[in-house]
């Protein structure tokens, strides 16, 4: 059974930074796109930034271009999203998963939930103005 656990979330200000942390265990998430996402409440899951095997292309939407970083350690099996510049529009629950469904040192890119085949529980992030 794979588990992800996501850390680093809090209360912060605008303009402060936050790095989240997603820790895999029950089976290594080396090899496997791995992806960040968010929901604010009201409103639908939706992509932040993703990352694959190599990590040598990650991709991200557009409101988090210029702004966040996603990476990941593969020896320690974990990714993470380090979070600048933040706004209070990026109030929200962040999510990570892996998509384990490609195989692994694909260079599929997924972007939509239905991709990942598994999430962590989330961690809060709350951006006061």
């Known amino acids: 059974q794979v588990q992800l656990v996501e850390s680093g979330g809090g209360l912060v200000q605008t303009g402060d930074s936050l790095r989240l942390s997603c820790a895999v265990s029950g089976r290594t998430a080396s090899g496997y796109p791995m992806g960040w996402f968010r929901q604010a409440p009201g409103k639908e899951r939706e992509f932040v930034a993703g990352?694959?095997?190599?990590?040598?292309?990650?991709y991200y939407a557009d409101s988090a271009k210029g702004r966040f970083t996603i990476s990941r350690d593969n020896a320690k099996n974990t990714i993470y999203l380090q979070m600048n510049s933040l706004k209070p529009e990026d109030t929200a629950v962040y999510f990570c998963?892996?998509?384990?469904?490609?195989?692994?040192?694909?260079?599929?890119?997924?972007?939509?939930?239905?991709?990942?085949?598994?999430w962590g529980q989330g961690t809060q992030v709350t951006v006061s103005s």
């Open positions: 998963a892996v998509a384990v469904r490609y195989g692994r040192y694909t260079y599929t890119a997924p972007k939509d939930t239905p991709q990942f085949d598994y």
């Open positions: 990352i694959n095997w190599n990590a040598i292309n990650p």
